[in-house]
């Protein structure tokens, strides 16, 4: 089992920034790729961004050029920094980490919310 424990979520104004944290722990040998998904209500599950062990990053559309990850693998730990947010960008932020075998294998953090507001 693969264990994520998230912080730095809260409460921020428009055009504010915040960093999440995200630290793995237990059988995190093979893990492929960690990053970031988040849930609005109402809204399905959409993935903001993810890094591969290579460092190969993907980045939704909606938060590029704002939105930041990277990864610390010493520590085992995945950072999504987030500039310029915009009222859209509140949500539950899960942090998620998969595995690749036959199949995919994802596990997933408690979730954090990021709330804009004025």
């Known amino acids: 089992q693969v264990q994520l424990v998230e912080s730095g979520g809260g409460l921020v104004q428009p055009g504010g920034s915040l960093r999440l944290s995200c630290a793995a722990s237990?059988?995190?040998?093979?893990?492929?790729?960690m990053g970031w998904y988040r849930q609005a209500p109402g809204k399905q599950r959409e993935l903001v961004a993810d890094?591969?062990?290579?460092?190969?990053?993907n980045v939704a559309d909606s938060v590029k050029g704002r939105f930041t990850i990277s990864r610390d693998n010493a520590k085992n730990t995945v950072y999504l920094q987030m500039n310029s947010l915009q009222l859209e960008d509140t949500a539950v932020y899960y942090c998620?980490?998969?595995?690749?075998?036959?199949?995919?294998?994802?596990?997933w953090g408690q979730g954090t919310l990021v709330t804009v507001s004025l």
């Open positions: 998620n980490a998969y595995k690749i075998g036959q199949v995919r294998y994802d596990y």
């Open positions: 237990g059988s995190i040998f093979s893990i492929y790729a």
């Open positions: 890094i591969t062990i290579g460092g190969s990053t």
